[in-house]
């Protein structure tokens, strides 16, 4: 039963949406406001912007030499993969179906993304340059988010949710044979994993027990061999025993690692950019202090399940998806709604 069309998706965690027993219902409708990419230093000072507004643009990934941006954006109905080099916006995919959550490889040769064109959302690889065509790398029912490259090129990680479990952290290898495996697999969701630069640990979103989510490190243990079966379902899930380091202290979302791997970035639940001092001794971790930089305007406060609307480039700057000013959105209230009383 439809309700109301248009409604706000929440931002920093404000519900859009609320309901009461006697039948009052409040809704905030969505404003369509524009969005521009804009850089930023760690002190949040703007360092000037990249593309144009636009209401549909996300997921924003820098390439790996700073020169090119790719981006999620929809245009006439359907949502492709666009680049952004300078002052020039072009079209690199051209599927009808949904092209989503784009990762460069370490090269910047190639970009691998998640497509809905033969499914849930399959894993396709193409190059950079926009020569060719798309090659489906990944196969599966289950839904499937690339997330991060390690710096040596060998390997994908991927977070899937599968039919019993929540969302779970895969590696896939990318040269030779391509048979994701498990690297971390609990009653928990694990998310959104990123390789460090050196490719010696990864660090990822984890939902505890009270479904709060934090940021969490693990080592990374490249896989002996590769799984069974060449589809998300194969291998052997990493235990909670094995050793890990909580980075954030209040809630943590999306993390990224500084490039040179010393420190650890994500965002907190109030949408502000944090940032955790990161030192390694020998086979140990050891995270210090989160510390906030500075707070954002980010698209979806930060902590929506869109995916990360920030990346960080070579030089250290942040390339945040940024929501502009506008009116507040108008709430709206609903009487005696009780559609029980219909039936």
């Given at each position: 039963m439809t309700v109301a069309d248009g409604v706000l998706v929440g931002r920093q965690r404000l519900d859009a949406v609320s309901v009461a027993a006697s039948g009052l219902v409040a809704y905030r409708m969505g404003t369509g406001s524009e969005r521009q990419l804009t850089w930023f230093d760690r002190a949040g000072v703007s360092q000037g912007t990249i593309g144009d507004p636009d209401a549909t643009v996300s997921n924003p990934r820098v390439s790996p030499d700073g020169r090119r941006v790719v981006v999620e954006r929809t245009a006439r109905g359907n949502t492709d993969l666009w680049l952004l080099d300078g002052t020039r916006t072009s079209r690199f995919t051209f599927d009808p179906a949904t092209d989503s959550r784009p990762v460069w490889s370490p090269d910047g040769t190639r970009i691998v993304f998640r497509?809905?064109?033969?499914?849930?959302?399959?894993?396709?690889?193409?190059?950079?340059?926009?020569?060719?065509?798309?090659?489906?790398?990944?196969?599966?029912?289950?839904?499937?988010?690339?997330?991060?490259?390690?710096?040596?090129?060998?390997?994908?990680?991927?977070?899937s949710v599968g039919q019993k479990t929540e969302a779970d952290l895969w590696v896939m290898p990318m040269l030779g044979g391509r048979a994701p495996s498990v690297f971390l697999k609990t009653a928990f969701g694990e998310a959104v994993g990123a390789f460090s630069p050196d490719g010696r640990w990864v660090a990822y979103q984890q939902s505890n027990e009270s479904g709060e989510n934090e940021i969490y490190v693990r080592p990374f243990d490249p896989p002996m061999r590769e799984a069974s079966a060449g589809k998300a379902g194969a291998g052997t899930a990493a235990g909670p025993a094995e050793s890990q380091w909580q980075v954030s202290t209040a809630g943590g979302f999306l993390p990224a690692w500084r490039p040179d791997g010393k420190e650890l970035y994500y965002v907190n639940p109030a949408g502000a950019m944090m940032a955790a001092p990161i030192r390694v001794v020998g086979t140990t971790l050891e995270p210090g202090a989160p510390t906030m930089l500075f707070p954002t305007r980010m698209v979806g406060g930060g902590v929506g399940?869109?995916?990360?609307?920030?990346?960080?480039?070579?030089?250290?700057?942040?390339?945040?998806?940024?929501?502009?000013?506008?009116?507040?959105?108008?709430?709206?209230?609903?009487?005696n709604w009780k559609p029980e009383a219909k039936k």
């Open positions: 497509s809905g064109r033969a499914g849930v959302g399959d894993l396709y690889q193409k190059l950079a340059s926009g020569a060719g065509s798309e090659e489906r790398i990944v196969a599966s029912d289950e839904v499937k988010v690339p997330s991060s490259w390690s710096s040596d090129g060998r390997f994908l990680l991927i977070y399940q869109a995916g990360r609307e920030y990346d960080v480039a070579p030089d250290g700057r942040f390339l945040i998806n940024t929501e502009l000013p506008g009116d507040a959105a108008p709430i709206t209230l609903i009487l």
